[in-house]
């Protein structure tokens, strides 16, 4: 069995079922013909998306980080759960921005994807597609909604303090290409039977549920999310057990990726760690080993000792909204 997950298939089928089960399939899902929202004052009526929609979002991802956006890889995917929330903006009958919220595991509202044309930016579309997907969040039952940021995006980061999130984790984002470095023997695939002793590491570090990543979208790392990582092998630990080194590794069946979202240790437990799923990494032909992660000083060192590198000093911020707080708007009229 290989440390590393080759599919987040199972993950996303654990994590369907429980979300049919706390909200049922069909409630969250939308039509694509009904107009969710309108902006009086451009005229954007936000709806929700459709396949004939792809070869706009094409056009409006083309050039977006340079090219490499992620959201073409999961447009597909985005259109076909019906238990998110995928919308776009339309202006004088064109496409103009899109956004998607699926609803986590722990209930989290956990908004992403959100893009708007270059020539129609700050005029408020994003603004109106987040203020959108909000209401939907509150009306799917969710009690907390998370957005995550590129920290030097100064837009973004605008457009989630405007819309009332808080700044809540920072974390910083690392690259490395596979190389063949040798896989300490010393560690191994965590199981679900080992679901008390990871817990214990987990939860005892913070005393609170942690985030951890997966790419660019934070969990909450709780007890119940834990389960579906184990389940999916997502999870590495000491041979000499959890509290010894653990790490939390995932990938996508689109992309050659391994996405480091969590890390546990001492040092030499950390270099361990690291170099056997970057040998994993080089044997399963992954072309790119990414790790965002809150970094404590000399974890980032070992990091960069084994030549990950953050060029652009890339940090991933992540914001959160209680969606239980009255909005403002009905604060004030005293509704
Ligand atoms: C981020 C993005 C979705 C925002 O959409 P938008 O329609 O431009 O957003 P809005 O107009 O509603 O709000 C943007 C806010 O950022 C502000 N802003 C824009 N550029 C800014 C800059 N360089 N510095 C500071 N603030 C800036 C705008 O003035 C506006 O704030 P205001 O309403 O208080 O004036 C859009 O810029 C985009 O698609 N960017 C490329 C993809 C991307 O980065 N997505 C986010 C990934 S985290």
């Known amino acids: 069995?290989?440390?590393?997950?080759?599919?987040?298939?199972?993950?996303?089928?654990?994590?369907r079922s429980l979300l049919q089960a706390l909200y049922g399939r069909g409630h969250l899902s939308g039509n694509a013909g009904t107009v969710l929202c309108e902006m009086a004052s451009e005229r954007i009526v936000v709806r929700q998306a459709a396949p004939a929609d792809t070869s706009a979002m094409l056009e409006i991802t083309r050039n977006v980080w340079e090219g490499s956006d992620y959201v073409p890889f999961v447009w597909d995917k985005w259109l076909a759960d019906g238990s998110g929330h995928l919308t776009v903006a339309i202006r004088a009958g064109i496409v103009c921005g899109l956004m998607h919220v699926e609803i986590q595991s722990d209930g989290t509202a956990w908004a992403e994807g959100i893009r708007v044309r270059e020539d129609l930016q700050s005029r408020g579309i994003g603004s109106g597609l987040l203020t959108e997907g909000i209401s939907w969040a509150r009306q799917a039952g969710s009690r907390r909604m998370r957005l995550s940021t590129y920290g030097a995006n100064p837009s973004s980061n605008r457009l989630a303090e405007n819309a009332g999130f808080l700044e809540v984790e920072r974390m910083r984002s690392l690259a490395v290409e596979p190389a063949s470095v040798t896989a300490s023997d010393g560690y191994t695939l965590a199981l679900p039977a080992d679901i008390d002793d990871v817990w214990d590491v987990v939860s005892g570090h913070r005393g609170v549920p942690a985030l951890y990543s997966e790419g660019w979208t934070a969990y909450t790392l709780d007890r119940r999310r834990l389960a579906l990582l184990l389940a999916d092998h997502s999870v590495l630990m000491s041979k000499a057990g959890p509290s010894k080194g653990m790490a939390i590794a995932t990938s996508r069946p689109v992309r050659p990726v391994l996405r480091f979202g969590?890390?546990?240790?001492?040092?030499?437990?950390?270099?361990?760690?690291?170099?056997?799923?970057?040998?994993?990494?080089?044997s399963a032909h992954m072309t790119r080993v990414s790790a965002v992660l809150r970094l404590e000083p000399d974890v980032a060192d070992i990091l960069e000792s084994l030549g990950f590198r953050n060029p652009d000093a890339a940090e991933m911020i992540v914001y959160a909204l209680d969606l239980e707080a009255r909005p403002a708007k009905e604060r004030l009229s005293g509704r």
Request: net charge negative; proline share 6%; aromatic share 2%.
């Open 1 to 15: 069995m290989e440390p590393v997950s080759q599919s987040d298939a199972p993950l996303l089928r654990a994590e």
């Open 262 to 282: 969590y890390l546990s240790g001492h040092k030499e437990d950390v270099v361990g760690l690291v170099k056997t799923l970057l040998a994993r990494a080089a």
